[in-house]
């Protein structure tokens, strides 16, 4: 049985004070005990520059000024 987790970043460059949101999908799949991870959507002015197979790991840049976004996932919190 695969499991599969979809959740929000909030994206923040603190650089320009751009923000934005990244939609991602876990999936767990229980026969391989394997962990997938993978970024499904990303808010025009970033871009994912490096993808791994984990949240903490992957990182999201602002592509005007080409820096590390400062990412916080939000799981069941209201927006604003
Ligand atoms: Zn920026």
């Given at each position: ?6 959740y929000q970043i909030d994206l ?26 993978h970024v499904e959507h990303v ?38």
């Amino acid at each position: 049985m695969v499991l599969r987790y979809t959740y929000q970043i909030d994206l923040h460059c603190r650089r320009c004070g751009s923000r934005g949101i990244a939609d991602v999908a876990q999936t767990s799949d229980e026969l391989t005990n394997q962990l997938l991870f993978h970024v499904e959507h990303v808010t025009k002015g970033f871009y994912v520059s490096e993808l791994t197979d984990a949240a903490v790991t992957t990182e999201i840049s602002c592509t005007y000024c080409d820096v590390f976004a400062e990412q916080k996932s939000h799981i069941g919190e209201p927006g604003g």
